[in-house]
């Protein structure tokens, strides 16, 4: 005669398996954990976009004036706006050479001097001569588009400051200033870092 034994509830619960409200949680955790996971390297590497295009734009504005010595032509710095796909204003900077008559793309380093725009949800915000912060006329792609900033052949510039500002916040990312003799200065926050030098 074989006994057999009659499975009891513990067994017969660990054989089932999950219940879907668990699995339910579960992805749910998982796709939290996802999401913040993306969010926090989105952000970070935004950041670190928009360093980069700061640390450019400073060290291609020395080399700029550089160029404007050597050559005798004086160079600009262009601040442009446009539209994305989705309407939202996005904000970058290209650079311009004086013609005869008029203000043109540089015909020399074509990729130094490339045109870049900034992340949406940024704006650039710029202070000439130690006047108030103002919102200037800001320029197009058009290689005519006259410069806000200019980098003259005999050294000097027009003194100023240059800040990338965080739109929904108002937060200040980066403040770039230069003085009369074209000497900038990268200020991370508003704030002088020794670590920050531009030759």
Do not use: C
Not at 93 to 121: C, I, K, S, T
């Amino acid at each position: 005669m074989v006994n057999v034994i009659p499975p009891n509830a513990n067994t017969a619960r660990a054989a089932r398996g999950f219940s879907l409200l668990e699995l339910l949680v579960t992805l749910m955790v998982v796709a939290l954990i996802t999401s913040l996971v993306t969010l926090t390297v989105n952000s970070g590497s935004r950041d670190l976009r928009v360093d980069a295009q700061v640390r450019n734009l400073a060290n291609v504005a020395q080399y700029a004036l550089d160029e404007a010595q050597l050559s005798g032509i004086d160079h600009g710095l262009v601040l442009l706006r446009k539209l994305d796909e989705a309407g939202e204003p996005v904000y970058g900077f290209a650079w311009r050479e004086r013609d005869l008559r008029n203000w043109r793309v540089p015909e020399r380093d074509e990729d130094v001097f490339a045109a870049q725009y900034l992340d949406p949800g940024l704006s650039l915000r710029l202070e000439l001569e130690n006047s108030p912060i103002q919102d200037p006329e800001l320029g197009d792609e058009d290689p005519r588009s006259p410069p806000q900033v200019l980098l003259y052949a005999s050294g000097e510039t027009t003194p100023g400051a240059l800040e990338v500002l965080r739109d929904e916040t108002g937060e200040l990312l980066w403040r770039i200033e230069w003085d009369l003799l074209g000497r900038f200065t990268l200020l991370r926050r508003g704030i002088e870092d020794d670590d920050e030098p531009i030759d």
